[in-house]
T-cell receptor
Framework: AQKITQTQPGMFVQEKEAVTLDCTYD???????LFWYKQPSSGEMIFLIY??????QNATEGRYSLNFQKARKSANLVISASQLGDSAMYFC??????????????FGTGTRLTVIP | NAGVTQTPKFQVLKTGQSMTLQCAQD?????MYWYRQDPGMGLRLIYY???????DKGEVPNGYNVSRLNKREFSLRLESAAPSQTSVYFC???????????????FGDGTRLSIL
């Protein structure tokens, strides 16, 4: 069975500073994919970044980067130069191979990030 | 660019009432999904449809039915609503696994459902 663990229910960061949101995962698959989504207070789910298990480089998308440590089974999200608009819930998710034929995702419980002016 | 559209955005039901949540996507995706989100928990898969004409159960299917009406539309029905089904419901769509395994799911804005 696959599992995603996000151990930080809440995090605070000063505006313009960097912050790391933790995510560990458990899977017996060799091929897997990890995703991060942002959920602002308005409720929508916004895709941020993807990391494949065979990707040699850590994924980056603008101010978002993924610190992927395969041996430790961790895929931490790093947000650089935090902005007030980054305040939101952040979810780590893994491709769920329990349901073949579709790109189902298994989600962690989320981390609420608050950016302090 | 509409993406994934869910209706309604809010709904209050009484126990035992039925209703259908509607979802439509305009991205020509084959796969569609219904999730529920409860406080303190991540999203949990209710049902999914890997392609038009197919539907399958997810992690928490009890009390729900789905219909993949066509490639664009995937509806979720509560036949006899219960207070335990009070939740925020998200519809999502994605490319096939066979196309690219790194394709994200695209989500609608959610339906906030309260059952009294």
């Amino acid at each position: 069975a696959q599992k995603i663990t996000q151990t930080q229910p809440g995090m605070f960061v000063q505006e313009k500073e960097a912050v790391t949101l933790d995510c560990t995962y458990d899977t017996s698959d060799q091929s897997y994919g990890l995703f991060w989504y942002k959920q602002p207070s308005s409720g929508e789910m916004i895709f941020l970044i993807y990391q494949g298990s065979y990707d040699e480089q850590n994924a980056t998308e603008g101010r978002y980067s993924l610190n992927f440590q395969k041996a430790r089974k961790s895929a931490n999200l790093v947000i650089s130069a935090s902005q007030l608009g980054d305040s939101a819930m952040y979810f780590c998710a893994m491709r769920d191979r329990s349901y073949p034929g579709a790109n189902n995702l298994f989600f962690g419980t989320g981390t609420r990030l608050t950016v302090i002016p | 660019n509409a993406g994934v559209t869910q209706t309604p955005k809010f709904q209050v039901l009484k126990t035992g009432q039925s209703m259908t949540l509607q979802c439509a996507q305009d991205m020509n995706h084959n796969s569609m999904y219904w999730y529920r989100q409860d406080p303190g928990m991540g999203l949990r898969l209710i049902y999914y449809s890997a392609s038009e004409g197919t539907t399958d159960k997810g992690e928490v299917p009890n009390g729900y039915n789905v219909s993949r009406l066509n490639k664009r539309e995937f509806s979720l029905r509560l036949e006899s609503a219960a207070p335990s089904q009070t939740s925020v419901y998200f519809c999502a769509s994605s490319e096939d696994t066979g196309v690219k395994g790194n394709q994200p799911q695209h989500f609608g804005d959610g339906t906030r459902l309260s059952i009294l």
